[in-house]
């Protein structure tokens, strides 16, 4: 049946009424949908809904949006006091106080007696009065400080004071604007060299430059580059204070929290930083500044860049490959050391994480990134092939996708990495080893790798003349050679064994020197040694490596999130493994073709007892710290893990995930994840909802966030029945909670798939989709769907019949929860209705009322209850059949002993009573009116 079109009016009114219950984003959204209606139309039902839409922003701070639909609503002609108040109060969360002030007086012009808005004018005023006193006061202040540092009589402690008071100053927003305007940038750059006066102008230049593009692209135009060259020259405490004047600069060209140029003033010009304009600027700050300098600097660029949220980026194209090529040149040209080099890659991560270019773009990038590091490789020289090299480790570990596009450009990187790994220099080794051990990641590179190079390792770790940081490196190459067959023992490309070999000379290697730098290799090592059965098996068992891992992760690098989630996928066994039949498996025999086989210490008793001790090694804790990872590859296998956890042992473990954050991480992964990463999340937090108590394991708001990831489950049609049953079951537990979990459920849609589920062949699926309807049954915004309306009679109808038919169903679990269901439904008198006229219903009855089990005719006694006391045309179609026959010689059967059973029989003789249908025997009874019961 086709559904009435909805009118402006009532989408308005369903607004209104989210409105009042705190929904405020549903509420925008059906006043956008009746404007949508009426583009267009200037009419006074377009300025109400703007008006309203207007409340909603006010209450979600979008305070542009208030001040956007109030222009319409007054050009519309709804200029009355609300519609001036609203926009006044945006206005003075925007701090245009001269416009709140206008608009909060309009407000008190139209209606004298709004207290609301005669308060919030005197606010602005104080506000405004307020304003005038900094700048007044500021503008003072500004013009003595200047006069001091202009006054060629001031001695140099005058003048040094007058830049201090400046400092102080320009720490706020007034104080920088009002010194720029007074033109004391200039005054402040004459005393950048003077040495008692230079840190306190350093420090002022870095006040000026946060958060203002605008002042940001002055000091570049105004400091001269001579004069940065010079104080970057100087080991001293100017030339590290040059890094925060970097780091404001950068901060306010990525993250311009000053300037939104989307909500800039009408007629306001868009005017974008030019970024590469920044860039020669810092290439030759690196080629002359001192290490402490140069320290300042690659910190400054390391935080601003972390700093940097989606959202807020200008020209982040452009701005991530010019950034990225710059370090790659510095790197390449020998002016950054191997330590600095590692800080670059973290900066490289993050960049390349938040670049969105398209194929064509990337190739283009990568090809200019080619024609930097290729001409050092082919060289010649071990020196300059080296550097190379680190700009492809930096590549590698920043996004291994770039680094594997370059490799893929020059073949003689193998030949290289080779000469490279037997030369004498210790630099040279570990840059070589470390090559190896970053390509190792990529199953191509590695059986490309393994052949020579393998060996090659193997010597250097066992000469006694490499340095332990060589030797690490070395190790991990050989973990990922060892771990390239993915866990098939027919597929290894070094000898079996070589695994454990390897993952106990990295636990030495790790004892006897466990810094930082060590903990991240050896981390990264296992992620792809722990594919081994035996490694993983004796990880586990180890306490003291499980607790160094797990210490590891209190501040987890991008890096090292994606090498513990792998780790703890690996030994929790959640990636994905070949189901094969066996008759396949006796062909591929017969035909002498390698078929995957399992390790003995994968199997399930094992298994368990592996994930039991990651549980009592706090794993899950380090789950929820990693939780929080950018990657969409780590959070999948942050997901996997999680999911391998709870489902093991029958959801033994749920109680401590809960415990140590698993839920609101789990919550987390799910809203943003991959495909597969968002199904084992949501599988996840449907076991821990079926095992637990969900208002324990979900409390608050969190329970009605679990509602969506459960009915993701039961969604697709093609879904695995594991994942639907348990999709199932998880929302029938939630739907146990409140009565806001179970509104939840239905605005979220799950109805209509719970209702589909209940159609199916699978008896389990039928039986808990059956189970979660009875639990919702308990809302009354879901009996308005078994409601018979004008517009909705036929659905509702349907639904009726559906549920009331496995009321006679053969399986137990399903009849009983229908029956319960029903029960709660046939407290709506239209509801009751409908049911007498459903053509089974009373075979149905008659059939159930005769079979013993207490759970089932109790049920059906509170519907026969129901029915009997809703309406008087209703009780008589229930007497004019034997199910009245049959509730006689129940109560007759039932005797004194009866209980509950025998009140609600006599209801039933009550209800018959009360309308007349049948006569009592003289003093039989007393009649009470009954009420439908749930």
Known sequence: MVAAEVSPTILKERGNEQFKRGEYDAAVKLYSEGLDMLEGKTCQESAVILKNRAACYLKLENYEGVVDDINQCISMGGGDSKAFYRRAVAHQHLKHLDKALKDAMDAVRIDPKNKTAIDL?????????????????????????????????????????????????????????????????????????????????????????????????????????????????????????????????????????????????LGQPIKKFPVPKLLPTLFEYFKECCKVAKDAALNSLLNAVVKVTDSRVINEE???????????????????????????????????????????????????????????????????????????????????????????????????????????????????????????????????????????????????????????????????????????????????????????????????????????????????????????????????????????????????????????????????????????????????????????????????????????????????????????????????????????????????????????SLLNLFSENTEEGKKYAAHAIAKIAIKMNPALAFSGQRAMDACRPCISLIESTNQNTFLVYDGLMGLTNLASVSDSVRERIIREGGCHHIDFQMLEDNEALRRAATQCICNLALSDKFKERYRPEEENSTEAVDRLKAIFVFCGDEEYHTRIAALGAVAYLTSDVRICKCIVNIGSFEEIVKETICIEDQGIRHRLLVILQNLLASDKDVAEKIINTQIFECLLALQMGIGSQGGVMKDILNNCMSAAKHWGLIQSNPGEYVYTAPTPQQ
């Open 121 to 265: 004018v005197m606010a602005i005023r104080r506000d405004i009065q307020g304003r005038k006193d900094l700048m007044t006061s500021t503008t003072g202040l500004v013009d003595e400080m200047l006069g001091s540092l202009r006054d060629q009589a001031a001695d140099v402690d005058k003048k040094t004071l007058a830049m201090k008071n400046l400092v102080n100053i320009t720490s706020n927003k007034a104080g920088s604007e009002t010194l720029v305007k007074k033109g004391g940038l200039k005054d402040i750059t004459r005393f950048l060299l003077q040495d008692k006066i230079q840190i306190h102008a350093l420090n002022c230049v870095i006040c000026l430059t946060r958060d203002s593009i605008p002042r940001t692209q002055l000091i570049l135009d105004s400091v001269p580059l001579d004069t940065s060259l010079q104080i970057l020259r100087q080991n001293n405490e100017a030339s590290s204070l040059i890094g925060g004047v970097l780091y404001e600069m950068l901060n306010s060209v990525l993250e311009d929290r000053g300037y939104d140029y989307s909500k800039r003033e």
């Open 318 to 664: 452009v701005l991530n490959k010019e950034l990225i090529n710059f370090m790659i040149t510095l790197v390449v040209n020998g002016k950054v050391s191997y330590e600095h080099s590692q800080q670059m890659s973290i900066v490289v991560s993050k960049m390349w994480a938040r670049t969105r270019v398209d194929d064509k773009k990337s190739l283009q990038f990568v090809r200019q990134i080619s024609t930097v590091i290729n001409p050092r490789i082919l060289s010649g020289e071990e020196e300059h092939q080296m550097l190379a090299l680190r700009a492809l480790n930096i590549l590698l570990q920043g996004s291994f996708e770039a680094g594997g596009d370059v490799i893929k450009d020059n073949a003689e990187i193998y030949r290289i990495i080779s000469k490279l790994l037997c030369s004498k220099s210790p630099d040279i080794q570990r840059t070589a080893a470390e090559t190896v051990a970053l390509m190792s990641s990529d199953k191509k590179m590695c059986y490309n790798l393994a052949g020579h190079n393998f060996n090659l390792l193997k010597t250097l770790y066992k000469s006694p003349e490499v340095a332990d940081e060589v030797k690490l490196r070395a190790l991990v190459g050989m973990s990922k050679m060892c771990a390239s067959s993915g866990g098939d023992v027919n597929r290894n490309i070094i000898a079996e064994g070589a695994g454990v070999r390897i993952f106990k000379q990295i636990r030495q290697l790790l004892l006897k020197n466990p810094t930082e730098e060590s903990r991240k290799w050896v981390i990264e090592a296992l992620a792809y040694l722990t594919i081994d059965a035996e490694v993983k098996h004796d990880l586990v068992k180890d306490e003291e490596q499980m607790k160094i891992i797990c210490d590891f992760s209190t501040d987890p690098s991008p890096s090292t999130s994606y090498s513990l989630s792998c780790i703890f996928m690996n030994t929790t066994n959640s990636y994905d493994q070949p189901d094969i039949e066996p008759e396949m498996q006796r062909i591929a025999e017969y035909a002498k073709q390698s078929v995957p086989q399992a390790h003995e210490l994968d199997s399930e008793d094992n298994l368990k007892t592996r994930i039991s001790l990651m549980v009592a090694r706090g794993v899950p804790s380090v789950l929820s710290a990693c939780s929080s990872a950018d990657s969409e590859r780590t959070r999948e296998f942050l997901a996997r893990s999680y999911f391998g956890i709870v489902s093991n042992n029958d959801g033994e473990h749920c109680g401590a995930v809960v415990q140590q954050g698993g839920t609101r």
